[in-house]
C-alpha cells in the first residue's frame, strides 16, 4: 500500500516538473553570456526575458551565463537577447543603450566590454579626442574616468557643474545631487598647483565655497534648497571662468525672477531655477569665449 | 580633322544619351505571406515585398511593363515625379485601371533626381505589399552634385506597414467606430484607467466635448517593416568601418503610420527631403509623414559594430530596426509609451464645444509647436498622476513669478516647442532649406486656394471644407499661373496633405530659399502656405495620403482649364462617377445578443452622409414580444451630431390581460400590435448621449436617451437607454474578441438575460 502511494507522489511530482516546462512548445535551449552583477541583475535580466509560453531565462551571477529556453516556432536568441539589453544589460549580440545602462542601479553597473560606445553622453567630446590620440580602441575602455579627469582637471569641474544645471532645469534632484558629488571629487583632484600664480589666488579664495556649495547640494533632495545653493555655486564658478579655456563658447545667464545666474554651454535660455514651468525665462548676461 | 572627330564623339555620346532607355518588367502577383505566424493575402511585385527598387539616372527615359496577374484591376503611381498626366497611375482619373490578365506600359523620361517611391493608387492595395523605392540618381556632370553626399554608399529604405486584417474590413471597421485597435494598443481610456491615474475629470470632460479615446494613429498593427522585414541586418554594404558616412534614402509607404527615426550612432544628418536636396541640417530625430521621403547621412562612429537605426510608429506600439556596420549590435533608447491622458486633456483644451478646434492665439505652422509633446516622456518628463495642465495653459503663474512681465501667448506657444524643451532636436519644416532659390516667374498670374481641413473621427469622415471627393467639382487652374494654396487644420488629426505631379515651395520662413515638397504634413491646428508654378496639363490629385482618409473622400482634383483629352480615359464620365465611387461606398456593420431572454441585434449601412439602420428585439414567446426599429437619416453638419429620420416601427407582443399602457404624455397604446411610420432626429449630446425624438402616423411621440459603449474598463462597456414609453435598459458587454462579446442586461419588456453578442 504505501509502495502505491510513493509511486503516486513520485508521479505526481514527475508530472508537475514537466507540466512547469511543458508550457514551451518546440523547445529550444541555448547558454549565453550576459553581462551582469548581482542579485538584482539576475532578476531583471531574468524578467526582461521570460515570456509567458515563449520563452525563460534562468542566470548565473557567477558564471554570467543564461540559459535561455524557448519556442523556436515563436521566437529566437535574438529577440530575448535584444530585450535583456533594452533593460541595461550587453550579451555577446547586443550592447545596451546607454541610458538604459545608466539608469541601472549602482550595483548592477557592471563593467562594460565594448566600452567604445557606452560613455555617457556628456563626455563625447572627450571621447573623441582619446580615440584620436589613442591608436588601439580596445585599452582605452579600460581607462577609468579619474585617470581622464586628471588629464584636465578644469575640464572636469565645468563638466560636473553643467551636468548638476542640466539635472535642475529637468527638475531632477536624485541627479543634481549625484552631478554635484562628482563635483566635489573634482573638486577635490584640483591641482591647483598647476595654475598660474593670479590664478591660484582666485581659485583659493572660491574653492572652499565651491566645496560647501556642491557638498551641500549632493546632501539633499530636496529641489528648493538645491536651486537656492546653485545660487552660489553658480557666482562662484563664474570667478573661475576667466582661466577656464572651453573648447566652446560658455553664456553667464540671468534670472530677474530669482535675481540669480548661472553658467551655460547653451545660448538658448533653459533655467535651472524653475525647470520646466518657467524654461526659458532669463537672459544672456555676458558671452565668454576663451576658445584657443 | 581632329575637330570633326571630337564632335562626332560628342553628337555619339549625346544621341547614347537620349537613347538610354531603362526597362523594368513588374509582374503583380497574388502571394500568401506570414508575418505573424498566422498565412494571410499579400500582393508581391517580382516575388517580393515591398516591390522591388527602380532605379534610374536623370535623363534616362523609362519603360515599366507592368503585368498584372492578379484577379482583379491595378494601378502603379509615381510618387513625386513630374511626368505626362496619363502615366501618373490613377484609377480613373489619369487612366483606366490595368484589367486582370493584361499588361500596361508606363513611359516617361526622366527630367529630375531624387529619392522617391511607387505605389499602387488601386482601392487599398497598398496596405498589402504594392510599395517600393524608386531612386533617381543625379548625372556625375550635375551642377549641382554634393561631394561628401552625393557619393556615399546607399541604402534605399523603404517603410511599411502589416496588419492581418483585411485591409477592406480594416476600412470597415474605422468607419463604425470599432474600438478593437484600441483594445489592441491598449488605449482605451477606460473609466477604470482614468480614476486609476487620477483623470477621472478629464475623461469626463473629453467625453462631455463628445469625443472618443484620444489616438495618434487610427489602426493598430502586427508589424512594422523596413525593406518587408523588422529586424534588418544590412548587407548592401560590406566592409564598413569607423568614421564611415552613410546615405539612407528613406521613403514611408505606409497606409496609415508615421514614423519616428532615430539612431544609435548619433546625430542624422539631413540633406533631402521628397526628393529635394536641402541644405544638411544635424538633427536626433525626424518625425516622417505618410508618403513623405528623407535622404539621410549618418556616421558608423566605432569598427566591429553595428549601429541599430530605429523606426517607431508614432503610437509607439512597436519597432523596427536595421543595423549598420558589421559586429556586436549597438541598440538605441526604444521610445517611451505615450501619456493618453496628458494628451486628451491637451485636446479638452483645444476643442470647443461645436467641434472647432481653438487656437488660443496661437500661429501654429510648420511643425515647430507639437502639442503632442505634452505626451511625449523624453520631453515633458515621465507621467505625473493628476497633473492639471488646463492650468499651466491658462498661463497660471508659478509663484513668486510677476506675470506682467511675461507675454502669455508666447509661453504658450513655448510649452510646445520641443526642441525648446529639451536637448532632443527634432527636425521641423521651418529648418529645411533649398541649397538654391526656388522663386517663381513673379509675373505669373496668381491663384489663391484656401482649404480648411475637416473630419469627423467618430464617423470616420475625413474632408477639405467639409465636401468629400465625390460632392466637390474639379478645380479649374489655368497653365502659367502660380498657385497658392493655404491649408488650415481644423480636425483633430494630422493629415499628410500630397499634390500629384509637381513641387511645391513651402513657404517657411527660409524666403527665396523655401525647400520643395510634394507632401505637407500638417498638424492640427497648423495653417501651412505652399505655392506651385502651374506647368504641367492634366488632371492632378491633390489628396491627403493616409489610405484610409483618401478612400473617405478627403481630396480635390486640380483640373487644368481646356487640355487635351486623356487617350487613357476613353469615357470621361464614366471614369469620373467610379472615381467618385470611392467615398460613396456604404460599410455595413451588425450585431446580435443572443441572450436567454431573447434577441436583441442591429444592422447598419452607412456612408459619409446617409445611414440605413434597423434594429430588433426578439423575444422568445408572445409575452416578450418581437419589434423592429427602421431608421432612414442624413447626417448633417461637419460633426454630423444631427441626423434627422424616417423610420417604420413594427411590434407584436401578446400581454396578458389586453394591458394598455400609457406613456409619460399620457398617450396610450396597448403595443400588441403595432405597425407605424415615423419622422424624428437623433441628436448626440455631450457624454456621447444619443437623444431620439420621434413622432409616429398614430400620433404617438417618444422622446429617447441612449449611452452605448461607455468604457468601463479596457473590455468592458456598459450601455444605458430610458425612453418616455416608460422602457429601459441597462446592459453590460465584456469584449472577448474582435467579434465576439459576452453579455448580460436587464430590459423592461423582456427582463434580465445574458448572452453571447456576436458583432460584424
Redo the contacts between chains.
Keep these: 500500500m504505501k509502495s502505491i502511494f510513493n509511486i503516486l507522489i513520485v508521479l505526481l511530482v514527475v508530472l508537475s516538473a514537466t507540466s512547469g516546462y511543458a508550457q514551451i512548445k518546440n523547445q529550444k535551449t541555448e547558454t549565453v553570456k550576459v553581462l551582469g552583477n548581482c542579485d538584482m541583475c539576475k532578476t531583471s535580466i531574468e524578467n526582461a526575458g521570460n515570456l509567458k509560453n515563449v520563452s525563460s531565462v534562468i542566470w548565473n551571477k557567477d558564471s554570467k551565463m543564461a540559459e535561455i529556453t524557448f519556442d523556436s516556432?515563436?521566437t529566437n536568441r535574438?529577440e530575448i537577447l535584444?530585450r535583456i539589453?533594452?533593460a541595461g544589460y550587453d550579451s555577446?549580440?547586443?550592447?545596451?543603450?546607454?541610458?538604459?545602462y545608466a539608469q541601472l542601479a549602482e550595483c548592477c553597473k557592471y563593467e562594460r566590454q565594448?566600452k567604445?560606445?557606452a560613455m555617457a553622453v556628456d563626455h563625447?567630446k572627450m571621447e573623441m579626442e582619446m580615440e584620436m590620440t589613442m591608436p588601439s580602441?580596445e585599452n582605452h575602455t579600460d581607462m577609468t574616468m579619474s585617470e581622464i579627469k586628471e588629464i584636465s582637471n578644469l575640464d572636469a569641474l565645468f563638466n560636473s557643474y553643467f551636468a548638476v544645471k542640466?539635472a535642475l532645469v529637468?527638475?531632477n534632484p536624485t541627479t543634481a545631487a549625484a552631478k554635484s558629488s562628482e563635483l566635489l571629487t573634482a573638486l577635490k583632484a584640483l591641482k591647483i598647483g598647476s595654475l598660474k600664480a593670479e590664478e591660484q589666488t582666485t581659485a583659493t579664495k572660491v574653492i572652499p565655497s565651491l566645496l560647501e556649495a556642491s557638498k551641500n547640494i549632493s546632501e539633499t533632495k530636496d529641489i528648493g534648497k538645491q536651486r537656492e545653493i546653485f545660487k552660489v555655486l553658480s557666482k562662484s564658478m563664474h570667478e573661475l571662468i576667466s582661466f577656464y579655456n572651453a573648447n566652446e563658447t560658455l553664456y553667464y545667464q540671468y534670472c530677474?525672477?530669482?535675481d540669480a545666474n548661472w553658467l551655460s554651454k547653451d545660448k538658448?535660455v533653459?533655467n535651472p531655477y524653475?525647470g520646466?514651468?518657467?524654461?526659458?525665462?532669463g537672459s544672456t548676461v555676458e558671452t565668454i569665449d576663451n576658445k584657443k | 580633322m581632329k575637330k570633326i572627330i571630337t564632335v562626332l564623339l560628342l553628337l555619339g555620346s549625346l544621341s547614347l544619351q537620349a537613347q538610354n532607355i531603362v526597362r523594368y518588367d513588374l509582374y503583380v502577383r497574388d502571394t500568401i505571406v506570414n508575418f505573424t505566424g498566422k498565412e494571410k493575402r499579400a500582393i508581391a511585385v517580382n516575388g517580393q515585398i515591398p516591390m522591388p527598387t527602380l532605379t534610374f539616372t536623370e535623363g534616362d527615359i523609362a519603360e515599366i511593363y507592368v503585368h498584372n496577374e492578379l484577379e482583379e484591376e491595378t494601378s502603379l503611381h509615381w510618387h513625386g515625379l513630374f511626368l505626362p498626366n496619363k502615366e501618373d497611375g490613377v484609377p480613373y482619373l489619369t487612366q483606366m485601371p490595368i484589367k486582370p490578365h493584361t499588361v500596361h506600359k508606363y513611359t516617361f523620361p526622366i527630367i529630375q533626381h531624387g529619392t522617391h517611391w511607387y505605389h499602387s493608387h488601386f482601392g487599398l492595395q497598398e496596405q498589402i505589399g504594392m510599395y517600393g523605392s524608386m531612386i533617381l540618381n543625379k548625372r556625375a556632370d550635375d551642377k549641382t552634385f554634393r561631394k561628401g553626399i552625393d557619393d556615399l554608399p546607399t541604402i534605399p529604405i523603404v517603410l511599411s506597414e502589416w496588419t492581418d486584417l483585411k485591409p477592406e474590413n480594416l476600412h470597415r471597421m474605422l468607419h463604425n467606430a470599432s474600438d478593437w485597435f484600441a483594445i489592441k494598443k491598449g488605449t482605451t481610456q477606460s473609466y477604470a484607467e482614468a480614476i486609476q491615474t487620477g483623470h477621472l475629470k478629464t475623461k469626463l470632460h473629453n467625453e462631455w466635448k463628445r469625443m472618443l479615446a484620444m489616438d495618434v494613429s487610427d489602426v493598430y498593427y502586427d508589424k512594422f517593416l523596413i525593406n518587408g522585414k523588422s529586424e534588418n541586418e544590412d548587407t548592401s554594404l560590406k566592409g564598413l568601418k569607423a568614421g564611415d558616412k552613410v546615405r539612407l534614402r528613406i521613403s514611408n509607404g505606409g497606409a496609415s503610420s508615421y514614423f519616428w527615426l532615430t539612431y544609435a550612432g548619433g546625430k542624422i544628418t539631413v540633406v533631402a527631403n521628397d526628393g529635394n536636396d536641402v541644405e544638411p541640417v544635424d538633427v536626433d530625430r525626424i518625425l516622417i509623414a505618410v508618403s513623405e521621403t528623407y535622404d539621410a547621412v549618418v556616421t558608423i562612429p566605432a569598427d566591429n559594430t553595428a549601429f541599430e537605426f530605429l523606426v517607431t510608429p508614432e503610437d509607439r506600439t512597436k519597432s523596427a530596426s536595421i543595423y549598420l556596420g558589421e559586429g556586436i549590435k549597438q541598440l538605441t533608447s526604444p521610445l517611451p509609451k505615450l501619456k493618453y491622458f496628458e494628451g486628451m486633456e491637451m485636446m479638452n483644451g483645444m476643442m470647443k464645444m461645436n467641434g472647432d478646434l481653438d487656437q488660443m492665439g496661437m500661429n501654429m505652422s510648420m511643425q515647430q509647436m507639437d502639442m503632442n509633446v505634452v505626451m511625449y516622456p523624453e520631453i515633458t518628463g515621465a507621467a505625473e498622476n493628476g497633473k492639471d495642465m488646463i492650468m499651466e495653459m491658462g498661463g497660471e503663474a508659478p509663484s513668486g513669478h510677476n506675470m506682467d512681465q511675461m507675454d502669455g501667448m508666447q509661453m504658450n506657444e513655448e510649452m510646445y516647442n520641443s526642441n525648446e524643451l529639451s536637448d532632443i532636436t527634432t527636425l521641423n519644416y521651418a529648418m529645411l532649406k533649398s541649397p538654391f532659390v526656388t522663386t517663381l516667374p513673379e509675373e505669373a498670374p496668381l491663384k489663391e486656394l484656401h482649404f480648411t481641413l475637416t473630419g469627423n473621427m467618430n464617423r470616420y469622415v475625413w474632408s477639405l471644407d467639409n465636401k468629400v471627393i465625390s460632392e466637390s467639382d474639379k478645380i479649374l487652374i489655368k497653365k502659367g499661373e502660380k498657385v497658392k494654396v493655404t491649408l488650415y487644420n481644423n480636425s483633430m488629426m494630422r493629415h499628410p496633405m500630397h499634390l500629384h505631379g509637381h513641387d511645391f515651395r513651402l513657404l517657411n520662413g527660409q524666403g527665396d530659399y523655401a525647400p520643395l515638397k510634394n507632401v505637407v504634413d500638417i498638424m492640427p491646428m497648423e495653417t501651412d502656405v505652399f505655392e506651385f508654378e502651374a506647368n504641367s496639363e492634366g488632371d492632378w490629385f491633390f489628396h491627403c495620403h493616409i489610405l484610409y482618409h483618401m478612400m473617405s473622400g478627403m481630396g480635390r482634383v486640380f483640373s487644368y482649364e481646356n487640355q487635351e483629352p486623356n487617350p487613357l480615359i476613353p469615357n470621361p464620365q464614366l471614369a469620373l462617377k467610379k472615381l467618385k465611387g470611392d467615398d460613396r461606398e456604404f460599410h455595413l456593420m451588425a450585431e446580435n445578443d443572443f441572450a436567454t431572454n431573447g434577441n436583441d441585434g442591429e444592422l447598419m449601412a452607412q456612408s459619409t452622409r446617409w445611414s440605413f439602420g434597423t434594429e430588433w428585439r426578439l423575444g422568445y414567446n408572445d409575452m416578450h414580444g418581437y419589434e423592429t426599429e427602421t431608421h432612414i437619416g442624413r447626417y448633417i453638419g461637419k460633426m454630423q451630431w444631427l441626423m434627422p429620420f424616417v423610420g417604420f416601427d413594427w411590434r407584436y407582443r401578446k400581454l396578458a390581460h389586453n394591458e394598455v399602457e400609457e406613456n409619460l404624455f399620457g398617450q396610450k397604446n396597448t403595443k400588441d400590435k403595432r405597425s407605424v411610420l415615423s419622422v424624428g432626429v437623433n441628436y448626440t449630446l455631450p457624454l456621447l448621449v444619443m437623444a431620439q425624438a420621434e413622432i409616429f402616423t398614430d400620433g404617438n411621440v417618444r422622446l429617447q436617451f441612449e449611452r452605448n459603449d461607455m468604457p468601463l474598463t479596457a473590455r468592458l462597456r456598459m450601455n444605458l437607454m430610458w425612453n418616455t414609453d416608460k422602457e429601459y435598459m441597462g446592459g453590460l458587454r465584456y469584449i472577448v474578441t474582435r467579434n465576439l462579446g459576452i453579455t448580460s442586461h436587464y430590459d423592461s419588456d423582456m427582463g434580465f438575460g445574458v448572452g453571447l453578442n456576436v458583432n460584424y
Design positions: 516556432k515563436k535574438s535584444k539589453a533594452l555577446d549580440e547586443y550592447l545596451a543603450p546607454d541610458n538604459a565594448d567604445e560606445p563625447t580602441t542640466d529637468n527638475t530677474p525672477m530669482q538658448t533653459k524653475y520646466s514651468q518657467m524654461l526659458s525665462c
